[in-house]
Nanobody, 124 residues
């Protein structure tokens, strides 16, 4: 399995921005669809955004559309999640994950390879 490592989390004020990074082994994101999920305390893990292995197709949950953008850079073996206009309700541990193409990208069960997560805290 490809080892995924997230980074870029932190503490930010409401309205601020963060960019999360998910680094994988060489060419990993050329073979797998990649998703970002988040999990707040006491809540289930939920879908945030995903990008197809070929890059041009992206998906986002309605709660983040217009604020979060997922992108990939295959030269750097990295998938990014640019988060703008952050809100306190975005506070969670954010995970990136890789899935075989053809599986539903919005379902956590589609992903069999997860990073360790990075904490995002938004204060008002």
């Amino acid at each position: 399995q490809a080892q995924l490592v997230e980074s870029g989390g932190g503490l930010v004020q409401a309205g601020g921005s963060l960019r999360l990074s998910c680094k994988g082994p060489p060419r990993a994101f050329m073979w797998y669809n990649t998703g970002w999920f988040r999990q707040a305390p006491g809540k289930e893990r939920e879908f945030v955004a995903a990008i197809s292995r070929s890059g041009p197709t992206t998906y986002a949950d309605d709660s983040v559309k217009g604020r979060f953008t997922i992108s990939s850079d295959n030269r750097k073996n990295t998938v990014y999640l640019q988060m703008n206009n952050l809100k306190p309700e975005d506070t969670a541990v954010y995970y990136c994950a890789a899935a075989q193409p053809g599986n539903p990208v919005r379902l956590p069960g589609s992903y069999d390879n997860w990073g360790q997560g990075t904490q995002v805290t938004v204060v008002s």
